[in-house]
C-alpha cells in the first residue's frame, strides 16, 4: 500500500512538473514563463539604469559609444559606416526583437510556424501577395549598391549580435510566451520589412466593391458618387507652379486615414530659416511603428525615426536638412480578372489565346507539428491572389461554369532599391542631395517634404506612378486583353513637385495630388480635402511662424466638414419636433467647429454627422445585397449643403419622400436617444473627451499589453486626426538655423517590453499634443545631464 | 530543518539551474531524508517555496515598481500585480509542497531507517 501511495504521488508529481513546463496550444508553459530567475520576471527593467555598460561583441571594427538619454533614445557614435549601421542593428533588437520578427514573419508569410494554424489564412494570403519575391528583387538590386549593401549588412550582422549574446532567460519576454526562439537576421529581413511599410501604405481593394457599384447602379452614377476630382480642391502641388511639358499628350488627367507635413519658408519663420513639420496618422500599436534614434560618425549625423528592421533614418534631419513624408495615396495596385481554360489553372485567356500560367507550391510549417501547401498561379499580370478554390473574392459575384481568380500588379513587385533613398536623405547636405535621393524612391508613392538650411523648401510626389488610360483602374480590369495593361511609368522628372512657392509655404495631407492642367492621370485613394485646406489657411496668415505656433496646428480640431454642413442642418431643422433638444442646438449653434476634449457640441455634432450620414446611404446602398463602399463624407457633404433635393436623400423605403428637413430631424433625434441612453442626461459625460475612446493595441493581440485611454482632442479629417485606433504614429517639427533644432514625441515609448518603464512613458505627453525637445548631440560628450546610461559595443 | 534547506537551497538553484522545476527534485530528496510525516513534509516544503519566490519575485518586481507584474497579472486575468506574485508563488509553493510529500512517502514505502 504505502509503496502504491507513493508511486502514485511521484507519477503525479511529474505530471504536473510536465504540464507547468510545456506549451499547450496558445497557453504558454506556466513553469517556465513564471520562473523568477528566468522567466518574465527577468523582463522586469529596473526603471533607473545608470552607469555603462560594457558588452563584447564579435564584429564592430572599433569600440562604439551608445548614450541612452532619460527618453530611452540611443545616441550612437561611430567610428566608421560599418559600425554605425551595426549599432543601429545592435540597439533596435535590444529594444524591439519580437516586433522585428514578427512584421518577417508576417510579410514571408511564415506567422504559422508560431502560432500553428489559426495564423495559415493570412499566411497564405500574405505570400499571394508576393511580398517575399519583391523583397528577393530589391535585394539583388541593393546588394549592387555598395551604399545599401554596406548598410544592410552591418545591421544585420548588428542584430545577429544582439540574438547570439542572448539566453533563453534574455529573450524577449514574448519569445517565452509563445515558447520560441529568435530567428538570425539577414538583408532579406530589412527588405520584407521595407514591403511591409510599403504594402501597409498601398490603398485597399476599392476596385472590387467600385465594380459591383457599377454593377448595381451603372457606370456614370458610380463615377457620380465616387468621383476623386471635385474642381475646388486645394492639390498638394499648387496649381500655380509651371508643369511638366509632354509632347505625346498621352493620357489626360481627370482624376483615404491620413497625414501632414509642411514646411514654411524662412521668410515666414521667427528665426528666418524654414521650418518643418509631419505627423504620418497610422494605425497605431504598441510597441510604436518607429524608432527613434541619433546615428553619428565622422561623415554624418542623422537624428529621426527609423522602422524597427530596416537600417538607416526614414523621417528626421541633420545638421543640413530636414525632410517627412505622408503617403501620397496614389492607386499603384490594379486588379485583373482571370479566365482560367480548366480547374488545373494551368493556362488563362489572354488577346484570345490561352497562355500557360506558371505556378509554385508553397510549404507552411506550422507550429508544433503539421504541414500544409497552397499552389501559387502566375500570370502576365501577377500573383493571383483570390481564386475559385480557396480564396475567390468573397463580396465579387463569381460567374457561372468559369474557374476564375484576381491577379494583382503591383509597384511593389518592380525592381528598386528603396532604401537608398533614405540611405541619401541621411546624409544630405542640399536639395540637390534630396531631389537626388528620391529618384529611388518606387513604392507606394510618398510625398516627402523638405527643409534645409540652404533656405529652400520644397515638396515631391516621388514614387512610381504607372502610366494609365482615363479611368483605368477604378473597377476590376480585363485580364484577357493586353489593351489593359499598364502602359509604362510617369518619368521621374515629371512627378508632382513644387520648390519654394511664392505662397511661403509647401504641405500635404493626402489629398489629390495635382489639379487639372496636370497632364497625367493619376488616381488614388485619396483622403478628404477639409485637413488641407485648414492647413493651408492657417499656414498662410501665420507669419512669424515659430515650432509653437507649428505644434499647435498639428494639435488642431477645426472640423471643416462640421463648419461646411452645420450652417445648412441647423437651418433645416425643426427645433420643435425634437423632444428635449432646445440646449443641444443651443450648444450647436455656439460650437467654433472644434473637436475639442471639453465640447459637447463635438459629441452630439460627431452622433448627428452619424446617424445622418447612415440615414442617406443606408436604404439605397443596403438594397442591392451586395458588398458596396458607400460615397464618402465629400459626397455626403456636397448633397446637404449644394445638392438638398438630390434624390439619394429620401428614404426608398418609406412610401413619402423624405426632404433633407426630415431627415436631419430624425437623425437629431436617434443621435440624442443614443446618447442619453450611453452617457445619461447632458452633461460631463457628453464631453468629447469622454466619449472619443481610442486604445492603441499590442502588435501581437495579447490585449493586456495594449492601452486604452480617453480625455483627449482631435477627431477623424481634423489635423490631428485621431481616430479610435488611427492617429499620428510620430509627431517632429524642426527648425532648421545655424544649429538645428529638432522636436518631436511618440504614441508610446522606445521599449517593445511591455515590462520597461520606456514601453509607453511618452503617451501621457503624446496625449497631451507636448512635443520633447530631442537631444541632437555633437559630441559624446554633450548634454551629459540629459544621458540616463551609455553601452559600449566593445571588439 | 526540512523548511530551511528547500527555502535556501531552492533560491539558490533557482538562480543558478536554468530550469523553474530545479526546487523539486531538492524538495523530494530533502522531503525523503528529513521529513518527519505527511502533514509537516508538506508544509515544510509548501511554506520553504512559497516564501522563496515570494522573495525571488520581489526582488526583480520592486526596482520595476510592477509595471511589468501588472501588465502579466493582466494577461492572466488578474486585476492587480500583488495577485500574479501570490498565485505564482503559492502555485509552485503546492508543488514543492506536493514534492518534500512524495520524498517523505517513498522513505516510507522503501522503509529507510527509522520508520
Known amino acids: ?795 | 530543518m526540512l523548511f530551511f534547506i528547500v527555502f535556501i537551497l531552492g533560491i539558490a538553484s533557482d538562480l543558478l539551474i536554468p530550469a523553474w522545476w530545479s526546487f523539486v527534485p531538492i524538495a523530494f530528496v530533502s522531503g525523503f531524508f528529513w521529513g518527519r510525516g505527511s502533514l509537516q513534509s508538506f508544509l515544510a516544503g509548501f511554506l520553504a517555496v512559497t516564501l522563496g519566490w515570494t522573495f525571488l519575485i520581489l526582488i526583480r518586481s520592486v526596482p520595476n515598481h510592477h509595471i511589468l507584474a501588472e501588465r502579466a497579472a493582466h494577461f492572466f486575468f488578474m486585476p492587480h500585480w500583488a495577485f500574479l506574485i501570490l498565485a505564482t508563488s503559492l502555485l509552485m509553493g503546492i508543488i514543492a509542497g506536493f514534492s518534500s510529500f512524495s520524498g517523505y512517502l517513498l522513505r516510507k514505502a522503501v522503509k529507510w531507517k527509522n520508520i
Open chain 1, 1 to 795: 500500500m504505502r509503496v502504491l501511495k507513493a508511486t502514485v504521488s511521484i507519477v503525479l508529481l511529474c505530471l504536473v512538473v510536465w504540464i507547468f513546463n510545456t506549451r499547450i496550444g496558445l497557453m504558454p508553459p506556466i513553469g517556465k514563463v513564471l520562473d523568477p530567475g528566468h522567466g518574465i520576471w527577468k523582463n522586469a527593467d529596473p526603471l533607473n539604469t545608470s552607469g555603462t555598460m560594457n558588452i563584447t561583441t564579435a564584429r564592430p571594427r572599433s569600440d562604439i559609444l551608445v548614450n541612452y538619454d532619460k527618453d530611452g533614445i540611443p545616441h550612437i557614435f561611430a567610428d566608421d559606416e560599418f559600425d554605425l549601421y551595426y549599432a543601429q542593428g545592435f540597439v533596435t533588437a535590444r529594444d524591439r526583437l519580437w516586433q522585428m520578427e514578427m512584421q518577417v514573419r508576417l510579410a514571408a508569410g511564415r506567422l504559422s510556424e508560431v502560432f500553428g494554424r489559426r495564423s495559415l489564412g493570412r499566411d497564405i494570403f500574405y505570400r499571394r501577395l508576393g511580398l517575399a519575391s519583391a523583397a528577393e528583387i530589391a535585394l539583388d538590386s541593393a546588394m549592387k549598391d555598395p551604399g545599401t549593401r554596406i548598410a544592410l549588412e552591418a545591421y544585420s550582422a548588428g542584430v545577429n549580435a544582439y540574438i547570439h549574446q542572448l539566453d533563453p532567460s534574455s529573450c524577449p519576454i514574448e519569445y517565452k510566451l509563445f515558447d520560441c526562439r529568435p530567428q538570425e537576421w539577414n538583408p532579406l529581413s530589412s527588405l520584407l520589412t521595407l514591403k511591409l511599410v510599403g504594402e501597409t501604405l498601398t490603398g485597399g481593394e476599392s476596385e472590387f466593391n467600385m465594380s459591383n457599384a457599377r454593377m448595381c447602379f451603372g457606370r456614370e452614377v458610380a463615377n457620380e458618387l465616387f468621383d476623386q476630382a471635385f474642381q475646388d480642391d486645394e492639390p498638394v502641388i499648387p496649381t500655380s507652379v509651371s508643369l511638366p511639358r509632354v509632347t505625346n499628350s498621352g493620357p489626360a488627367r481627370t482624376e483615404t486615414p491620413g497625414s501632414n507635413n509642411w514646411a514654411v519658408s524662412g521668410s515666414r519663420s521667427a528665426n528666418g530659416f524654414p521650418l518643418l513639420a509631419n505627423d504620418p496618422h497610422l494605425k497605431l500599436t504598441l510597441p510604436s511603428i518607429w524608432y527613434q534614434l541619433q546615428m553619428q560618425s565622422p561623415h554624418m549625423s542623422v537624428y529621426g525615426v527609423s522602422v524597427p528592421g530596416i537600417p538607416c533614418v526614414v523621417i528626421g534631419f541633420n545638421r543640413d536638412v530636414a525632410w517627412g513624408m505622408t503617403n501620397a495615396a496614389a492607386d499603384v495596385a490594379d486588379w485583373y480578372h482571370i479566365e482560367f481554360r480548366d480547374s488545373s489553372m494551368k493556362e488563362y485567356r489572354y488577346n484570345g489565346k490561352w497562355e500557360p500560367a506558371m505556378c509554385r507550391i508553397e510549404r507552411y510549417q506550422l507550429a508544433n507539428s503539421g504541414v500544409a501547401y497552397d499552389t501559387i498561379v502566375y500570370t502576365r499580370q501577377g500573383p493571383v491572389v483570390y481564386d475559385s478554390r480557396t480564396h475567390v473574392k468573397r463580396d465579387y459575384p463569381r460567374q457561372k461554369g468559369m474557374t476564375e481568380g484576381f491577379a494583382l500588379r503591383w509597384t511593389i513587385h518592380e525592381k528598386s532599391n528603396d532604401l537608398k533613398t533614405f540611405y541619401l536623405l541621411n546624409k544630405a547636405k542640399s536639395m540637390d542631395d534630396y531631389r537626388k535621393a528620391l529618384t529611388y524612391f518606387s513604392c507606394p508613392a510618398q510625398n516627402f517634404v523638405y527643409a534645409g538650411r540652404d533656405k529652400n523648401i520644397a515638396m515631391v510626389s516621388s514614387g512610381r506612378f504607372p502610366l494609365r488610360n482615363q479611368g483605368q483602374g477604378e473597377f476590376i480590369l480585363d485580364g484577357s486583353l493586353s489593351g489593359d495593361e499598364w502602359k509604362g511609368w510617369i518619368p521621374m522628372d515629371h512627378v508632382p513637385w513644387v520648390e519654394n512657392p511664392a505662397r511661403g509655404f509647401v504641405s500635404s495631407a493626402n489629398q489629390v495630388l495635382t489639379g487639372p492642367e496636370y497632364p497625367y492621370y493619376i488616381p488614388g485613394h485619396f483622403s478628404l480635402p477639409y485637413r488641407a485646406q485648414r492647413i493651408n489657411d492657417r499656414l498662410s496668415t501665420m507669419c512669424p511662424a515659430s515650432v509653437d505656433s507649428l505644434r499647435l496646428l498639428q494639435n488642431d480640431s477645426y472640423s471643416g466638414i462640421a463648419a461646411a454642413t452645420l450652417p445648412s442642418l441647423l437651418s433645416r431643422l425643426h427645433p420643435e419636433r425634437i423632444r428635449n433638444g432646445e440646449e443641444m442646438v443651443r450648444s450647436l449653434k455656439e460650437w467654433d467647429y472644434t473637436f475639442e476634449k471639453n465640447s459637447t457640441a463635438a459629441t452630439v455634432f460627431a452622433t448627428w454627422w452619424s446617424e445622418l450620414y447612415t440615414a442617406i446611404w443606408k436604404d439605397e446602398m443596403e438594397s442591392k445585397h451586395m458588398a458596396l463602399t458607400w460615397p464618402d463624407y465629400r459626397k455626403t457633404v456636397y448633397l446637404v449643403v449644394n445638392d438638398t433635393n438630390s434624390h439619394w436623400i429620401d428614404n426608398i423605403n418609406t412610401p413619402g419622400k423624405e426632404t433633407l428637413g426630415d431627415i436631419a430631424d430624425a437623425s437629431f433625434q436617434k443621435a440624442l436617444y443614443e446618447l442619453r441612453r450611453k452617457y445619461g442626461p447632458l452633461g460631463d459625460s457628453w464631453k468629447w473627451g469622454n466619449t472619443h475612446v481610442c486604445s492603441i493595441p499590442y502588435i501581437a493581440g495579447i490585449p493586456s499589453f495594449g492601452i486604452g485611454f480617453a480625455g483627449v482632442s482631435g477627431a477623424p479629417n481634423t489635423i490631428n486626426a485621431l481616430s479610435d485606433q488611427f492617429g499620428p504614429s510620430w509627431r517632429m517639427v524642426v527648425e532648421l538655423g545655424p544649429t538645428v533644432k529638432g522636436y518631436g514625441i511618440l504614441p508610446g515609448g522606445q521599449s517593445g517590453n511591455p515590462g520597461s518603464y520606456y514601453y509607453d512613458n511618452l503617451l501621457r505627453n503624446w496625449q497631451e499634443g507636448a512635443l520633447h525637445e530631442l537631444l541632437f548631440l555633437h559630441t559624446e560628450n554633450d548634454a551629459k545631464d540629459h544621458i540616463q546610461y551609455t553601452l559600449i559595443l566593445k571588439k
